[in-house]
C-alpha cells in the first residue's frame, strides 16, 4: 500500500533556472537509467520474490526510487518553467513548452517516451540483484555527467544526494547477493557443462590501431584454458585440405 506525504526525500533549491538543463535532468526522470525504472524494477521484482528477506529489502529501494522521481520531477520542472513562458526557452523544447505546458513528462532527454522495455525482471533472485547492481552503477555515472554539466549550487546539492543514494543502494544488493550464500559463478541449479566451462576462445586476433594485442589476465588465466578461435582452427583445416587435393 502506498501512502504520500507532502514533503521531499531531500529539499530542492534552483538558483539559476536552466531549461536546456532542465531537459537534460528529463534522462533521470523517464529515461532508461532514470528513477522511475528503478522504482518499477525493484517494486515489481519484490512481488514476485519467495524469499521474504530479499523482498523486504526491493520494496524499501524500490519506494525509495519513487521519492527520487519526485525530487528530480520538482527539480527539473524547476530547470523547465521558463519554457511555459518565455519564447526562445520555449522554442528549444517544444515537446515541453507546448505539449506539456512547461512541466515534465514520462520522456528521455530526446523526447522518447518511457517503455517498460527499460525494466530487468527475472523472476530469479541472483539474476535480478545483479541487474539491480549494474542498473545502480548505470544511474551513478548518469548523475555523475549531469554533475559534470550542472553550475548551480542548489541543484548540484540536490544531484549529489540522489548520486550518492544509488552507491547505497548498490552496496545493499551487493550484500543482499553475497548473503545468498551462493558461488559468484552459480546461477539457478542446472550446472554448466565441465567441457566448456573453463574454456577461454581467443576470437580477436592481430594488431589494432592503437597498438593492441592479445592480452592476458585473470579473465582468461586462472583455470582458464586458452585457446586460439574455433575459427581460425577451422580456416586452417580447410586450408590443409584443400592443399591436400592440389597434391
Ligand atoms: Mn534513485
Ligand atoms: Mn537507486
Not at 507532502?6 to 529515461?31: A, C, S
Not at 517503455?115 to 530469479?124: E, H, N, P, R, V
Not at 544488493?173 to 566448456?196: N, Y
Amino acid at each position: 500500500m502506498y501512502h504520500h506525504v507532502k514533503e521531499l526525500m531531500y529539499t530542492v533549491h534552483v538558483d539559476t533556472p536552466d531549461p536546456r538543463f532542465g531537459n537534460m535532468l528529463l534522462e533521470q526522470f523517464g529515461g532508461p537509467n532514470g528513477e522511475l525504472a528503478a522504482a518499477l524494477q525493484y517494486s515489481i521484482q519484490g512481488l514476485n520474490c519467495e524469499d521474504g528477506e530479499r523482498k523486504d529489502m526491493l520494496m524499501d529501494i524500490g519506494t525509495e526510487e519513487i521519492s527520487h522521481l519526485e525530487v528530480i520531477g520538482t527539480l527539473a520542472r524547476m530547470h523547465l518553467k521558463p519554457t511555459k513562458k518565455e519564447r526562445a526557452a520555449a522554442e528549444d523544447n517544444p515537446l515541453i513548452s507546448i505539449v506539456g505546458g512547461g512541466g515534465v513528462g514520462l520522456v528521455n532527454s530526446m523526447g522518447v517516451a518511457w517503455t517498460a522495455d527499460y525494466l530487468k525482471i527475472s523472476g530469479q533472485i541472483e539474476v535480478d540483484l545483479r541487474s539491480d547492481i549494474a542498473a545502480e552503477a548505470r544511474a551513478k555515472i548518469t548523475y555523475e555527467r549531469l554533475l559534470n554539466f550542472c553550475e548551480d549550487p542548489g541543484s548540484k546539492d540536490a544531484l549529489t544526494f540522489l548520486m550518492t543514494r544509488e552507491i547505497a543502494h548498490m552496496k545493499s544488493f551487493m550484500r543482499a547477493l553475497e548473503s545468498l550464500g551462493k558461488d559468484p559463478l552459480e546461477v539457478g541449479q542446472i550446472p554448466p557443462d565441465p567441457k566448456f566451462v573453463n574454456k577461454y576462445f581467443n576470437d580477436s586476433t592481430g594488431t589494432g590501431p592503437q597498438g593492441e594485442t592479445d592480452a592476458r589476465g585473470p579473465w582468461n588465466m586462472d583455470g582458464f584454458e586458452y585457446e586460439e578461435s574455433p575459427v581460425l582452427a577451422s580456416v586452417s583445416r580447410t586450408v590443409a585440405s584443400r592443399q591436400q587435393h592440389r597434391r
